[in-house]
């Protein structure tokens, strides 16, 4: 049974790239432009792996990742920023079945997020 991928980014390009690609490696992505559609999402849909674009590490992302726990602890991040001076919170870079990565430039491509969902489900 193919794993499904919820992508959380409020950059439609991007977000369009990477769910392509995911979709032609054979995944099930559903997409989210915010966290309040991600929340709402994750209360009706299991998933194995959340994307979340963190931008500036914010907490709001942080609560996030925190809030799709309370719901389902199972759950596993890819967090990754294009802004490339991002530090991840110390709090989220500690939990158990998150991964970081950074964005890269040519958003046609995205080998480091899909590695890093590779090893998340290797890891489970």
């Known amino acids: 049974m193919p794993y499904r991928i919820l992508l959380l980014n409020d950059d ?6 990477l769910a392509t690609q995911l ?12 966290m309040e559609m991600a929340l709402a999402f994750m209360e009706l849909e299991k998933v194995d792996v959340v994307v979340v674009d ?3 590490a914010s907490t709001s992302g942080v609560d996030f990742i925190h809030k799709v726990r309370s719901i389902s602890p ?3 991040f890819v967090l ?14 500690a939990l158990p079945g998150v991964r970081m990565t950074s964005l890269p430039k040519n958003t046609a491509h995205f080998e480091n997020v899909t ?3 590779q090893h998340l489900l290797r890891e489970a």
């Open 80 to 93: 990754y920023s294009g802004r490339p001076a991002v530090s991840f919170p110390e709090d989220v870079i």
């Open 115 to 117: 590695t890093e969902i």
């Open 74 to 76: 199972s759950v596993r």
């Open 12 to 17: 439609h390009h991007v977000l369009d790239a």
């Open 54 to 56: 963190l931008g500036g």
């Open 23 to 34: 979709d032609e490696e054979g995944y099930i992505v559903f997409e989210a432009h915010n």
